[in-house]
């Protein structure tokens, strides 16, 4: 076999991404020619560079070939390394925090709940995060590894844009990426821009869509809230739309644009302020004031401040005000049963109850210690030590009935100074009391049998009565009997009945 | 700060009881004599001790004497009652740190307590 | 240098004189625990009289000054016109230094330093019979009114004239003034049965039994009268009842406690009969409660050893009058009782005090110059050697066919004989250059008095075993180690008084020293019973420091741990305070042990105090070595170091990191070839079956050889510094045969073994 058959038989193949070499050996080539160092001749004019790898997949060829008895072969007898290219930084959200905080509402609704069926309004899609849980986790750049192609050269790896979070104050980025909520709120990400907001937005309805609401921040809500609904905030809540029979409570300020309408199924309770528009058959505590525009209709209302609501009417319902009341109307001209309790703060209400058996309890029982005791005290002659253990007994006995007593003493006190400083009896009507309105006011019962028209302040004289002084003309004080039945409440109960209950003075 | 109630009343270990749990003290064993008081004492290592002068088996003094052959520190207060005071004395030299006269206030026995216990170093720490 | 003397004579004076410092400084200390000891006042004015003579001979115009001024404030108190209180005693202490800081001065030829004036001034005031009252002996005022505040019990009424006891009203709780009748009542039975206890501790009959009586009886009037809060009475039964509880362990203490407790037995009889009559009295008690205390700790200290101090309190006694002979009621039968008591007590005190300086004093001494010692020890040193060459050859003779019989015999004998007047006369020799470690000890109660007053702490001295004798070059070099770790004692060691007291321990704390001979050792401990070592700030430091490493340092015993106290630069101490902890200081006490070829260890625990023994050969030129062979070469290995000496069996040997080591019983312990370790030939290595288990501190190390020759009593000749610690070698001696053996430093061997280890 000349030179040239065998240089034509014996072929060195590389792949067009160099990444690849293949011997390949045409048929009846004399073994004697084919020899491992005749191909890495070949292959070195090709510029393959020996290595003991390639060596022996050129021996591993020879043999295979020799054995198949000069089949023609193709054998791969170099490879390249690819390169592995790097991977950019992104931002990945822990959205597990996000689930789990969901489900652990969802079973603790159900928790109290006796019955098993689940409550569809419970499957909120609201997500927020608690302060202190990894929101997001920031998957750093990677630069990745360069690959060789057959000839050695260098086959450049594309390096991973590296990805930058700007958080804003309600985030900290740790050095490893993690991402920390500062504070309670819904995960916005967008971009590079990573945030926790404390302020939920609604766009739509408060419906099946978006379940009931629990959020610790401020909720806004776009239009309103369907029946049944419940929104929970730990802020200040608004509302632009309409709400229906919905329960609602917030830590702060609540503002219903329209108004409620809660067919006596729904109830508010706010921190702060509570203002609508209207509000009607609903129950609601307001911790401070209550600002209603147009109308309060058959409300059950405890308003722990003020009621200042100029322009509203207050139409059948019952009214609670702790300090002063300013409406337009009172009752209906065609007389509709209406409430106002003026200077009442409704929890302490049942507190005094309470604390006024209590009381009363504990005089009695002191009272009891000391005749036991002073029963014993009068035996006259040796004692034993029997004798001196009853005496030990009755004094424990008195002692502690004194104590129980002296404590219902200052509670009585405390509470009396509370009621004193936090009510007052003050009712500006801008339009009219009408017959059937009932104030209740210091011990007295007001029905009123005509109509008041105003504006005037319905407040009580230095004698404890309730009088009404005219907002116009000569101003003057006039008593309420002229317009309404005033009886005296026999029941009624307030810190100094409580204080009396006792026997002791305020 | 534990405290063995030794009296053979369970009325009174239930108004010395209820006088600790005021002062805040709530860890209590009780004893019905000295016998069962001697039994229960070295492993409960009281930091104080209230015990009646009389009771059956094994009197208060009886008790505070053996006791006091073992150990000189912790605070004993007796509880006696004017028959015994004349004998008071004799409970002191035995190693009674304070004593209180039945009938007695639960104000009293408050305030021989903490005295007591004001007196005592290891009580401070 | 102005004198212009005789060298010889200003040196005589100085050796002469040198001691008489020393002396007075130890008798001025025990004179502080009994300022009225005539014998002793005698005794120390004496002692300043004939410095002052032979100093006003040589005229030294400045040392003459102060002892003039202090031996005249000497003779005042000798005739009773003031007291020694511890004002005058800090005046006293202040001349001695400022005598010693003289005698250094004129040692060195400078001229002498003058006295402060205000020191000189006050010694001959008191010389006038004026009694000084609180001034301090150092320059500053403001310095001087703490210290002396401190040292005189902060007691205010000690140096004012003595007044009737002050008495107040009785005012009692409503609980205990119910009481106060039964309380009176009893307290009449209970002194009546004091007083027969007393008679019955007296009488000796049964001495025990009383006062095992009086303990009890004391331990009820001190309850009793503790739940009144009757301060004073209070302190002094439960000193009654401390005191009697000493002695129902020890009926030894009886005659000298007795009368103190009679005073104090009087002292509240006549608080009891106040009570009667509604009042609580004040009354004059330091002096007893001082006398007392030391009766007990100078009688406790006589049963172990022949000196102790306590510090403070010290009994000061301010004014001629005993404040006894003021009491208002019952004056006759109590002041007399206790006035005769009080007499006795110091007779007593006085017997035992001359008994003590008396057998001082007396010695029938005739001064050597040390070097003339120096030279009979080498002479010594040589005849030991040819005496060993005499047996050796005499062994040989024996061998000899040729050899008489008769004659072998003959030089046999002769050699024993030989051996032994050598051995005796070389312990006559050593005994010359011996000194009790009492000369050593006597120094440090004075330091023990400094240390108190300037920690504020309650600090007592015991001494132990202080008539050990010990080499003089010892002596020498122990005396500063020993300094420094009674400091460290006092100053680190042991707690303040409320720490102690919180801690339930006494708060006067103990400091032990304890001398006593072990074989041909001295064992030296100074215990103290304080806080002890904290494990974790040692180990800490020895980590920062960079002496070990946390895994190290967490397999080592609390012992290993506390000797890195021992490195130098090592100071647990936060604060560098002026009595020590200046970080130099255990490696320095450590260097100082091993010069002597002694070995110092530390061993503690928390709460409980520090004990560090040291202990130390009794001479340093003479050793008993064992003499092992390695190839032609012959080592001397101390026999002190010597475990014991094995065979080991080829499968017990193994290597560790290329060093070898073999098992023996349940420990692997290193080998160090000795034809390695002395750079001969290597296939002599392996021809050594024979290991000899060495000991240096915890450690141990077979030192593998070839031959075993025998034991033999070498003497050191020292090599240069170079050539000792390259070979773990610590000296040279010639042997019986006349040729020159190395002598193995098994510290050094053992050190460079465990760093082989360690790499």
């Not at chain 1, 309404?484 to 009624?492: C, Y």
């Not at chain 1, 009396?500 to 305020?506: C, Q």
């Not at chain 3, 009959?205 to 009144?228: I, P, Y």
């Not at chain 3, 080591?661 to 079956?689: G, H, I, K, N, Y």
């Amino acid at each position: 076999m000349t030179q040239e058959t065998i240089d034509k038989l014996v072929k060195i193949e590389v792949s067009s991404d160099k990444l690849e070499a293949s011997l390949l050996l045409g048929a009846n080539i004399n073994p004697q020619e084919l020899t491992p160092l005749y191909v890495a001749t070949r292959m070195g004019e090709l510029g393959l560079e020996q290595t003991s790898e390639r060596t022996s997949a050129v021996l591993e060829a020879i043999a295979t070939y020799v054995c198949n008895e000069g089949k023609p072969l193709r054998h791969r007898i170099a490879r390249g390394t690819t390169p592995t290219h790097g991977t950019d930084g992104r931002l990945v959200l822990v959205d597990a925090v996000l689930e789990k905080h969901e489900t652990t509402q969802t079973t603790a609704r159900r928790d109290t709940d006796t019955t098993t069926s689940i409550d569809q309004r419970e499957r909120s899609s609201v997500r927020w995060t608690e302060a202190g849980a990894v929101i997001a986790r920031i998957q750093q750049a990677t630069i990745g590894a360069d690959g060789r192609d057959v000839f050695g050269r260098v086959l450049a790896a594309r390096t991973g844009r590296v990805f930058e979070v700007s958080p804003d104050e309600s985030v900290l980025v740790r050095a490893d990426g993690a991402c920390i909520a500062l504070r309670a709120g819904v995960v916005e990400h967008s971009g590079r821009v990573l945030r926790v907001s404390n302020r939920l937005v609604i766009d739509g309805d408060i419906d099946f869509s978006t379940g009931n609401i629990r959020f610790p921040g401020d909720v806004e809500i776009a239009r309103g809230i369907r029946d049944c609904f419940e929104v929970h905030a730990g802020g200040s809540i608004f509302v632009r739309d309409l709400v229906d029979a919905a329960t609602m409570s917030c830590a702060h300020h609540m503002v219903l644009e329209k108004g409620i309408a809660a067919r006596e199924l729904g109830s508010l309770e706010v921190g702060k302020d509570l203002s609508a528009r209207y509000l009607t058959n609903v129950r609601a505590v307001v911790g401070r004031d209550a600002i209603v525009e147009a109308e309060v209709q058959n409300c059950t209302l405890l308003i722990g401040r003020d009621m200042k609501s100029p322009g509203a009417s207050i139409v059948r319902g019952d009214v609670s005000v702790a300090r002063s009341c300013e409406i337009a109307e009172l009752g209906a001209p065609g007389g509709a049963a209406t409430t106002l309790r003026l200077g009442q703060i409704a929890s302490v209400h049942d507190a005094m109850g309470a604390l006024a058996s209590a009381g009363a309890k504990a005089r009695d029982r002191v009272d009891k210690a000391n005749a036991r005791l002073n029963e014993l005290r009068s035996v006259k002659g040796r004692t034993g030590p029997d004798h001196a253990e009853l005496l030990t007994e009755a004094q424990f006995e008195a002692q502690t009935a004194a104590k129980t007593y002296a404590k219902a003493c200052r509670a009585g006190q405390m509470l009396h100074g509370f009621v004193d400083k936090h009510t007052k009896v003050h009712l500006v009507v801008r339009g009219a009391v009408h017959p059937q309105a009932v104030v209740h006011a210091g011990g007295w019962t007001a029905t009123f049998t005509q109509t008041l028209k105003g504006p005037c302040v319905i407040e009580m004289d230095g004698k404890g009565e309730l009088t009404v002084r005219m907002m116009v003309g000569k101003s003057e004080i006039v008593p309420l009997r002229k317009w309404a039945r005033v009886v005296r409440e026999e029941q009624h109960l307030n810190s100094r009945r409580v204080l009396e209950a006792m026997g002791i003075a305020a | 700060m534990r405290i063995l109630l030794v009296d053979d009343s369970k009325t009174m270990r239930n108004i010395q009881k209820a006088v600790l749990a005021q002062l805040g003290y709530t860890e209590v064993m009780e004893a019905q004599d000295g016998q069962d008081a001697l039994s229960k004492a070295p492993a409960f290592r009281p930091e104080l001790m209230l015990v009646d002068w009389n009771m059956p088996n094994m009197d208060g003094l009886t008790f505070v004497k053996a006791w006091r052959s073992t150990n000189k520190t912790t605070p004993i207060i007796m509880v006696t009652t004017e028959a015994e005071k004349s004998r008071v004395i004799e409970a002191i030299k035995a190693g009674v740190n304070n004593y209180v006269v039945k009938p007695f206030t639960p104000d009293l026995l408050s305030q021989r307590i903490q005295e007591t216990l004001a007196k005592t170093p290891a009580a401070a720490a | 240098m102005g004198h212009g003397f005789d060298q010889e004579i200003v040196q005589d004076f100085l050796t002469e004189s040198g001691e008489l410092i020393d002396q007075l400084e130890g008798d001025l200390v025990v004179l502080e625990a009994s300022p009225r000891d005539p014998e002793l006042l005698n005794k120390v004015f004496r002692a300043l009289h004939t410095i002052k003579g032979s100093a006003s001979f040589l005229q030294l115009t400045n040392l003459v000054r102060i002892a003039h001024a202090a031996e005249s404030a000497l003779n005042a108190a000798r005739n009773s016109v003031v007291t020694v209180d511890s004002a005058m005693m800090n005046l006293l202490l202040e001349t001695v230094d400022i005598i010693k800081t003289q005698m250094q001065q004129l040692g060195s030829g400078q001229d002498l330093a003058e006295p402060r004036a205000e020191l000189v001034t006050m010694l001959t005031a008191i010389g006038e019979g004026k009694q000084i009252s609180s001034a301090g002996p150092h320059a500053s005022a403001a310095n001087a009114a703490p210290a002396a505040k401190q040292e005189t019990n902060a007691k205010p009424t000690e140096n004012a004239p003595t007044q009737g006891p002050s008495v107040k009203k009785l005012v009692l709780g409503p609980g205990k003034a119910d009481l106060l009748e039964y309380l009176v009542a009893d307290l009449d039975e209970t002194m009546n049965k004091v007083q027969a206890s007393l008679n019955q501790l007296a009488g000796s009959e049964n001495a025990k039994g009383g006062a095992v009586q009086l303990a009890e009886t004391c331990e009820q009037l001190s309850r009793c009268v503790e739940f009144f809060e009757f301060a004073q009475m209070g302190e002094l039964a439960g000193a009654m009842a401390s005191a009697a509880v000493k002695l129902s362990q020890d009926e030894g203490l009886v005659a000298g406690v007795l009368p103190q407790l009679k005073s104090l037995c009087a002292l509240v009889t006549t608080q009891a009969e106040g009570l009667k009559t509604g009042e609580v009295r004040e009354l004059a008690a330091d002096d007893v409660l001082g006398n007392l205390g030391s009766a007990l700790a100078g009688m406790a200290v006589t049963s172990a050893a022949p000196s102790a101090t306590t510090m403070p309190p010290a009994p000061t006694i301010s004014s001629t009058d005993t404040p006894l002979a003021a009491e208002p009621t019952d004056r006759e039968a109590t002041n007399n009782a206790a006035k005769s008591d009080q007499a006795k007590s110091v007779d007593k005190a006085a017997d035992k005090g001359g008994e003590k300086h008396g057998a001082a004093g007396g010695e029938n001494t005739i001064r050597v110059e040390v070097g003339r010692l120096e030279a009979l020890m080498n002479l010594v040193g040589e005849l030991v050697l040819q005496k060993n060459r005499i047996t050796a050859l005499t062994r040989k003779a024996a061998g000899v066919r040729e050899m008489e019989a008769e004659l072998a015999e003959a030089m046999g004998l002769a050699a024993g004989s030989l051996d032994r007047v050598t051995s005796d006369i070389q312990t006559a020799v050593m005994r010359t250059r011996m000194q009790p470690l009492d000369k050593l000890f006597g120094r440090y109660p004075r330091l023990i008095r400094d240390l108190a007053s300037k920690t504020g702490k309650q600090i007592q001295l015991v001494i132990e075993g202080g008539d050990t004798e010990v080499d003089k070059s010892v002596i020498e070099e122990l005396g500063d180690p020993l300094v420094h770790l009674i400091r460290n004692s006092a100053d680190h060691g042991l707690e303040g008084p409320e720490e102690r007291t919180k801690a339930g321990k006494n708060a006067l704390g103990t400091i032990t020293l304890r001398a006593s001979h072990e074989g041909s050792h001295v064992r030296v401990l100074v215990m103290d019973d304080g806080r002890g070592l904290a494990r974790e700030r040692i180990a800490k430091k020895a980590i920062e420091r960079g002496l070990a490493t946390q895994e190290q340092i967490s397999a080592m015993s609390d012992r290993e741990v506390f000797n890195f106290i021992f490195e130098a630069g090592f100071s647990t101490a936060e604060k560098v305070s002026d009595l020590s902890g200046r970080g130099v200081g255990m490696d320095v006490v450590r260097t100082n042990i091993q010069k002597l070829k002694g070995s110092i260890e530390l061993s503690s625990q928390a709460g409980n105090g520090t004990t560090v023994a040291i202990t130390i050969p009794l001479t340093v030129a003479i050793l008993q070595a064992m003499m092992v062979g390695v190839g032609p070469e012959i080592y001397a290995v101390p026999l002190t170091s010597i475990l014991e000496i094995v065979r080991p069996q080829a499968d017990q040997v193994s290597s560790i990191g290329g060093h070898q080591v073999m098992r023996l019983r349940d420990s692997v312990l290193p080998l160090v070839s000795s034809a390695e370790l002395f750079e001969q030939p290597t296939d002599r290595r392996s021809e050594q079956p024979f290991a000899v288990v060495l000991q240096s501190g915890q450690k141990q190390v077979g030192l593998m050889v070839s031959r075993l020759i025998g034991q033999q009593e070498v003497v050191i000749k020292p090599l240069d510094e170079g050539e000792r610690t390259a070979r773990a070698v610590s000296g040279a001696t010639v042997r019986d045969d006349g040729g020159v053996s190395l002598i193995v430093d098994v510290e050094q061997l053992v050190r460079m073994a465990q760093g082989g280890q360690n790499r």
